[in-house]
């Protein structure tokens, strides 16, 4: 990007820390790239624990009631859920890569209100202990499921409305997040930063953020009338009091359905910074990407029914939200042919962060076809209870959302902490933890279309060796997470310096030293063109 | 971005004198209407006057009208989002019973 810019010897955020030291230095700070960093050391710790309780849940299906008892993977199911839904996935690029590289990418100071954006954080850890204490309170940790669907949500006596308090409060930080970045969008674009000069990350941030806005108060509601019932015994939801236990399914997914684009838009984002950059080409189509975005948001938006379809709704409502259902794929598809299209006849080069986007495309490939059969009424009908789902969602959410996330981790780490990883290493976590992926919940398919329920402790004989297959794929899975979580946090301490440019990207993080300094930008730049010149 | 006007449309009290009446004779009407054993349509009756309440209120007492055009766009694509949503939820709502029930 030709931007005015600067390089200098100023102190990095790393050393600037504001008016606290030590440890306050970070939680009081009201700096964004502290704060993304905060979230994303937040983020982590949570996904570690969702990734020992996946590990857990797939121990006991390879030899049922051995390790764990029934009680326990229902309880597991449901926390392995919730934490990774929402204190995982959900917060995940938008509030760490998000907070950090929003600003900068725009070419401004900070976002509109770092005050609410620390905040934010605060709401984010107090709502994810409340999730945590849940587990071992008396009581016993949820095991509704992550959806909590009523009547059972509403009878059962473990620690449901704790856990959905949790959710409630976590949900504002996700309001206040959205909130400040559209308004950072709208008022803080540097001199020359017009809307079509906006990297593509932004653009899927800013879809992203009016959903967080839009959605997330019905989860709110849908939380708030939950615990109401469970405290009060108000008859929302329960049938036996004359409420409707199906209406809770709409209240829930109106919010979770579009949490699936809050989710993977960001992943997308990502996505579409790193293929310009690794095969040296703009992007094919950038207005293309730019609105698949907000179509993707758009319809999102409309198409929750498609969790409910065995639930008894009406037909007509079935049909309509079956066809809305087909027409995400239309902006979903033009992405991923833009994003090939950039590639083609690219001088490409394949490191770590390319490889974390192939597999990206890849993966949400087969989410998104594997969709198109379960977003299919008369399918759904047969799929809907089975494996098949499981397989599905962890495709779009893990091989979607979070290999988007390794992706975006690996190309932006040099330029958060100013160190570079061991290439090789990250080659070979890649390769492993994309080998373990499909392994494990490729399998999940195989046992959905043989019949295989979801949520079940136990199963028939002959489910158990796909379920042993599965159970194979996890180990491989986070036998590479280790090895890639073990390569970026050696290279925190003992990585290379890196330069301000490593992978010769033409957005503004890379006219920054790395890591950027407290204020970003000593003089604002003045934007003079889009944000991809390799041509 | 108001300070400037809010002066000059905070003196008249009359516009929301009228608006408050019109407030209290649209409550009366959603009491009325809930009377009228309307069944399935009362909801929806009583959707429109509620939408017409707010609107009055964020039109005068809120300032809506006073802002610049951003911000009515702004809140046009939420009341659009929310407005599909309830259109959706009632393409359940309506139809559940009446294949059911009477098939």
């Known amino acids: 990007m030709p931007a005015e810019s600067m390089t200098t010897s100023e102190r990095s955020y790393l050393q600037e820390g504001g008016r606290f030291k030590g440890v306050f230095s970070w939680i009081f700070t009201t700096d964004h790239k502290r704060i993304g960093i905060l979230y994303l050391a937040s983020i982590f710790t949570f996904f570690s624990i969702g990734v020992i309780i996946g590990l857990l849940m797939r121990l006991n299906l390879i030899e049922p009631g051995r390790f764990i008892s029934e009680r326990t993977y229902n309880s597991l199911f449901t926390v392995h859920g919730v934490i990774q839904i929402f204190l995982f996935i959900i917060p995940g690029i938008p509030a760490s890569f998000g907070n950090f590289f929003l600003p900068i990418h725009l070419g401004a100071r900070d976002v509109a209100f770092p005050r609410l954006n620390i905040f934010s954080w605060w709401l984010y850890i107090s709502g994810g202990a409340l999730v945590i204490l849940s587990i071992f309170l008396p009581g016993g940790a949820p095991d509704t499921g992550w959806t909590f669907y009523a009547p059972y949500s509403i009878r059962t006596t473990s620690n449901v409305s704790l856990a959905a308090s949790g959710i409630f409060i976590v949900g504002f930080s996700s309001i206040l997040t959205g909130l400040n970045f559209v308004t950072t969008i709208h008022r803080l674009r540097a001199p020359g930063m017009t809307w079509f000069r906006m990297p593509l990350f932004i653009w899927s941030l800013y879809a992203t953020a009016w959903t967080q806005i839009l959605a997330t108060p019905v989860l709110a509601i849908t939380l708030l009338l939950l615990i109401l019932e469970r405290s009060f015994g108000i008859g929302f939801f329960e049938p036996l009091k004359g409420g409707d236990p199906i209406m809770f399914e709409h209240l829930f997914w109106m919010y979770s359905h579009p949490a699936v684009y809050i989710m993977i838009l960001p992943a997308m984002g990502v996505v579409s910074e790193i293929f310009p950059v690794f095969s040296r080409k703009n992007i094919f189509g950038y207005k293309a990407v730019a609105f698949s975005s907000l179509g993707i948001a758009f319809f999102g938006y409309l198409v929750w029914g498609h969790h409910m379809f065995t639930s008894g709704m009406s037909d007509i409502s079935r049909v309509i939200f079956s066809l809305i259902t087909f027409l995400v794929a239309v902006p979903s598809g033009v992405k991923v042919f833009n994003w090939i299209a950039t590639m083609y006849k690219g001088s490409v080069r394949v490191d770590s962060p390319l490889l974390f986007c192939l597999a990206f495309i890849f993966l949400f490939s087969i989410a998104g076809l594997t969709g198109l059969i379960i977003g299919t009424l008369s399918l759904n009908l047969y799929l809907h209870g089975t494996y098949f789902i499981v397989g599905h969602f962890h495709y779009t959410m893990f091989g979607g959302a979070g290999f988007g996330f390794f992706a975006g981790l690996h190309y932006w780490f040099p330029k958060m902490f100013g160190r570079m990883f061991n290439e090789r290493a990250a080659k070979i976590a890649w390769l492993i933890m994309f080998i373990g992926f499909n392994i494990l919940y490729f399998s999940m398919f195989l046992l959905g279309l043989q019949g295989m329920p979801r949520r079940y402790f136990q199963y028939l004989p002959q489910f158990r060796m796909n379920h042993i297959l599965s159970t194979v794929g996890s180990w491989i899975l986070a036998a590479g997470l280790l090895i890639m979580f073990g390569n970026l946090i050696r290279a925190l301490f003992r990585g290379e310096k890196a330069p301000a440019n490593p992978w010769g990207g033409s957005t503004l993080e890379w006219t920054l030293p790395s890591p950027p300094g407290r204020e970003n930008f000593r003089e604002t730049p003045v934007v003079r063109g889009g944000p991809y010149t390799f041509e | ?103």
Do not use: C, Q
């Open chain 2, 1 to 103: 971005m108001s300070e400037a006007i809010v002066p000059r449309h905070g003196l008249n009290s009359r516009p929301y004198l009228l608006v408050w009446i019109g407030l209290v004779a649209l409550t009366a009407a959603t009491v009325t209407v809930a009377r009228l054993n309307l069944t399935a349509f009362a909801a929806l009756i009583s959707i429109g006057i509620a939408t017409v309440k707010a609107g009055l209120v964020l039109i005068f007492f809120m300032h809506l009208k006073y802002e610049p055009l951003i911000l009515k766009v702004m809140l046009g694509i939420a009341l659009l989002a929310l407005s599909l949503i309830i259109l959706l939820t009632f393409s359940d709502v309506w139809y559940r019973w009446g294949a059911h029930v009477h098939p």
